[in-house]
């Protein structure tokens, strides 16, 4: 059941946080879509690390704080890679921080999405 709600919420920060501020500042079609491909791999990944992170915590639920250390560690880079991939666009990118469930702990992720082009 931990497992479900984890990946529902997961996949409903995936789908709901690509959105879009329209301003036309002169941002090609062909240039936001790079950065929305790369804002959905970025996405991509984080659910995959949260998956795996807790799937880890279960089977090795002494070292929890570890793995949480760690996967934190990871989704900061992917965000950060991925925030200033969209400054060379023009595009704003933000992190927007869900909680999720990892061995029994709540930890604030941060998937991405676009805010303003």
């Not at 990946?7 to 709901?16: A, G, N």
């Not at 959905?40 to 070292?63: C, F, G, R, S, T």
């Not at 760690?70 to 060379?88: H, M, P, S, V």
């Amino acid at each position: 059941m931990k497992k479900t709600i984890c990946f529902l919420l997961v996949m409903v920060f995936m789908m709901s946080f690509v959105a879009v501020a329209w301003a036309d500042q002169g941002i090609s079609d062909k240039d936001y879509a790079k950065v929305e491909q790369q804002v959905n791999q970025a996405n991509e990944k984080i659910a995959d690390l949260v998956e795996k992170a807790d799937a880890k915590a279960d089977k090795k639920p002494n070292q929890t704080d570890k793995i949480i250390a760690q996967l934190i560690d990871q989704t900061n880079k992917i965000a950060k890679k991925t925030i200033e991939f969209g400054k060379k666009y023009g595009i704003i990118v933000e992190c927007h921080y869900v909680p999720v469930e990892i061995g029994n702990q709540i930890v604030f992720i941060d998937p991405l999405r676009i805010r303003q082009y």
